[in-house]
């Protein structure tokens, strides 16, 4: 059965970068199958998707945090990871990675919703 | 890309229906038919119930159901139990080939 653990500090330091890896067990992250992701949530507020990766290392980001998002891919430890910097307090936040099945669309496959998730890590910016 | 609305609450009797709507623009729900739902419980990961609009994973229960119609999607709950006391929420497949979430829908069940 597929699991995915979210692992990092629960505490960043305002301007500072934040780091999180998922790891990936019970399956592998180089299927041609699926891309992986990162999703956040606010405290009280609703699920916000930051980006998504391929075993290729082919990325999408959401446009509003492109600038200071890096998904990167390590497929000889079946994890994937995310770098955030120049965080605030508005970034503190359940962060959640997540499998994304592809979908035939035409000619080709997306990748747009996920089926199996990670209990979540809480990160919290302050200084 | 801006967040799909969804109404903040909805409530429900044991037994009853409820729909919880879903509205976007032509450039993602209207655009494709690519929507999923979530339920969340307090303080649990998301779990997937509807995807492709009205697809339900193995597992789900047959008394969640998914539509749309033009940039509205909507969810609908038949014979309301207790444990779907939940939040909702809905995302859609997108024309930037990415995916947005709704506000969510706090579902009470009375």
């Known amino acids: 059965q597929l699991q995915l653990q979210e692992s990092g500090p629960g505490l960043v330091k305002p301007s500072e970068t934040l780091s999180l890896t998922c790891t990936v067990s019970g399956g592998s992250i180089s299927s041609s199958s699926y891309y992986w992701g990162w999703i956040r949530q606010p405290p009280g507020k609703g699920l916000e998707w930051i980006g998504s990766i391929y075993y290729s290392g082919s990325t999408y980001y959401n446009p509003s945090l492109k600038s200071r998002v890096t998904i990167s891919v390590d497929t000889s430890k079946n994890q994937f990871s995310l770098k955030l910097s120049s965080v605030t307090a508005a970034d503190t936040a359940v962060y959640y990675c997540a499998r994304l099945p592809g979908t035939i669309f035409g000619v080709v496959i997306i990748y747009y919703y996920m089926d199996v998730w990670g209990k979540g890590t809480t990160v919290t910016v302050s200084s | 890309q801006s967040a799909l609305t969804q109404p903040a609450s909805v409530s429900g009797s044991p037994g009853q229906s409820i729909t919880i709507s879903c509205t976007g623009t032509s450039s993602d729900v209207g655009g494709y038919n690519y929507v999923s739902w979530y339920q969340q419980h307090p303080g649990k990961a998301p779990k997937l119930m509807i995807y492709?609009?009205?697809n339900r994973p193995s597992g789900v229960s047959n008394r969640f159901s998914g539509s749309k119609s033009g940039n509205t999607a909507s969810l609908t709950i038949s014979g309301l139990q207790a444990e779907d006391e939940a939040d909702y929420y809905c995302s859609s497949y997108t024309s930037s080939s990415t995916p947005v979430f709704g506000g969510g829908t706090k579902l009470t069940v009375l």
């Open positions: 492709d609009v009205s």
